[in-house]
C-alpha cells in the first residue's frame, strides 16, 4: 500500500490533504511533532506509537497535512473530541521552515470544519489561531467560523508578542434551545 | 508546615504526597454543589494515587499541581494548578478546587493569589488563562476580583438542565498581576467596578 492509497478524498484540496499518520512519517518529526523541543526518529516513533494506543477511547486523533503534489508532509493537526457534548477541539503544528505555512493551514482548517461540521454532526468546532496568520483567519471565517474570545498576548514572537483568537462554529442544523 | 513550597498567612502550598489519595477523594463524595460542573461524580482514592504518582515525573512538567493546607494543622484542604504550561510562549491555564467545608473563609483567595504568585514570580509565565462554566458564577466573580479580565465565551461547551451552556474564558497578563498584587498590598480595589478584594496575606518571615 502507497501512501497516496490512505489520500482521503473528502479531506483533500488544491495544495494540501490531510491523512491518518503513517509509522513512516517518524522520519519527519520536525514537520508534524508539536514539540516545544526538538526530537529524532526515534523518539518520534514513541509518539506515534502512544497516539495509537486506545485512540478511540481516548478521543484524540492527529492528522497529517500533506502536499497534494508530493506528498511532503507539512504538519498536523490535533483533534480532540469530547464525544459527550460533541464538540472537537483543533491544534495545529506545521513545519517551522515552510513560508507558506499560513496558506497550507488555512485550507487544512477549511477542509476539516467542512467534515467535521456537516459529515461528523459536531456541535462546535473550536480552533484557536494566532492573530498573526491572516490566511488562516480569513479561511475560518469563509469556512463559518466565529470569533467568540481573544486572549491577549498569548504567543511568542521575535518582536513581540500576539493574540490568540479563538473561532467556533456552530453546526446551524442542531436545534439547541437558549443557546 | 510540610514541604511548603508557597506560603501565606493562614494556608501554604505544597506538593502532593501520595497519602493525599483518600482525602481527593473524600472532598469528591462529600461535594455539595451542582453549578461547577456538569455533574458530580465519585472518585476513588486509586485514581487520585495515580495521578499523583504521575504528577512530579516530567521535567520540565506540562502542568504543575499543588495541594492547599492550613498552616495552623497542616490539614489538606484543597488544591490548586497551573495546565497546559507552554514553557516557549510562557503561557497556562489556572485551576483551584477547595473542600466543600473550607469554602466560604477566604482560604481559596489567599491560595489562589499564592498560585498567581508561583506562576509569574517564580514561573515567570506572561500571560495565563482560566475558564468556568457560565454557571458557577461565583468562580467567576472571584476571578475578577483576582484581576483577570473577561476574554469571551466558548459556546455550547457543555451540557447542563437540559441545554447547552458556555463557558467564560478569562486571561490575565504579566503587568496586571504586578498592578493587582502592589494593589491588594496596598489594600485598595483593582477595578473601581469590582468589590474590593481581600488584603493580601502577609508574607511569613
Redesign the interface.
Same mark, same amino acid.
Given at each position: 500500500m502507497g501512501i497516496q492509497d490512505l489520500r482521503p478524498a473528502y479531506l483533500r484540496g488544491a495544495s494540501v490533504y490531510l491523512r491518518a499518520m503513517v509509522e513512516a512519517d517518524k522520519e519527519r518529526g520536525a514537520a508534524w511533532l508539536d514539540e /516545544?523541543f526538538p526530537v529524532n526518529a526515534s523518539r518520534a516513533e514513541k509518539t506515534l506509537k502512544e497516539e495509537h494506543t486506545d485512540q478511540w477511547r481516548r478521543g484524540e486523533r492527529r492528522l497529517a497535512i500533506a502536499r497534494c503534489e508530493d506528498d511532503e508532509v507539512v504538519g498536523s493537526v490535533r483533534l480532540i473530541s469530547r464525544d @459527550?457534548?460533541r /464538540?472537537c477541539a483543533l491544534t495545529f503544528w506545521m513545519a517551522p521552515w515552510r513560508d507558506d505555512a499560513d496558506a497550507l493551514r488555512g485550507e487544512a482548517l477549511g477542509l476539516l470544519v467542512h467534515w467535521l461540521r456537516d459529515e461528523t454532526e459536531v456541535? #462546535?468546532v /473550536?480552533a484557536e489561531l494566532p492573530a498573526d496568520q491572516p490566511r488562516t483567519i480569513a479561511a475560518a471565517e469563509a469556512a463559518g467560523m466565529v @470569533?467568540? *474570545? /481573544?486572549?491577549?498576548?498569548?504567543?511568542?514572537r521575535p518582536d513581540g @508578542?500576539v493574540d490568540c483568537l479563538?473561532y467556533?462554529a456552530?453546526n446551524p442544523r442542531w436545534v #439547541? @434551545?437558549? *443557546? | 508546615m510540610r514541604n511548603p513550597v508557597l506560603a501565606g498567612e493562614r494556608v501554604y502550598l505544597r506538593p502532593m504526597e501520595a497519602e493525599d489519595a483518600e482525602a481527593f477523594a473524600r472532598m469528591d463524595a462529600g461535594e455539595t454543589d451542582t453549578f461547577m460542573y456538569r455533574h458530580r461524580v465519585p472518585s476513588s482514592p486509586l485514581e487520585h494515587a495515580h495521578f499523583i504518582g504521575e504528577a512530579y515525573t516530567q521535567q520540565p512538567p506540562g502542568s504543575i499541581s499543588l495541594a492547599v493546607c492550613l498552616r495552623e494543622d497542616d490539614r489538606l484542604i484543597g488544591s490548586v494548578g497551573i495546565y497546559d504550561l507552554d514553557w516557549l510562549h510562557r503561557t497556562g491555564e489556572t485551576g483551584s478546587f477547595l473542600a466543600p467545608d473550607a469554602r466560604g473563609q477566604a482560604y481559596g483567595t489567599e491560595a489562589k493569589h499564592l498560585l498567581l504568585e508561583y506562576c509569574f514570580d517564580r514561573l515567570h509565565l506572561h500571560v495565563i488563562r482560566s475558564h468556568v462554566a457560565e454557571t458557577n458564577t461565583r468562580s467567576a466573580a472571584a476571578l475578577g476580583k483576582q484581576g483577570y479580565r473577561s476574554a469571551g465565551r466558548v459556546k455550547w461547551d457543555e451540557v447542563k438542565n437540559g441545554r447547552y451552556i458556555d463557558g467564560l474564558i478569562f486571561d490575565l497578563t504579566r503587568p496586571e498581576w504586578l498592578a493587582a498584587r502592589d494593589a491588594w498590598r496596598a489594600g485598595v480595589s483593582v477595578a473601581s467596578s469590582s468589590p474590593a478584594p481581600s488584603p493580601p496575606p502577609a508574607r511569613p518571615a
Open positions: /516545544t @459527550r457534548v /464538540t456541535m #462546535v /473550536t @470569533r467568540n *474570545a /481573544t486572549l491577549r498576548e498569548w504567543f511568542g @508578542r479563538i467556533q456552530l #439547541v @434551545r437558549d *443557546a | -
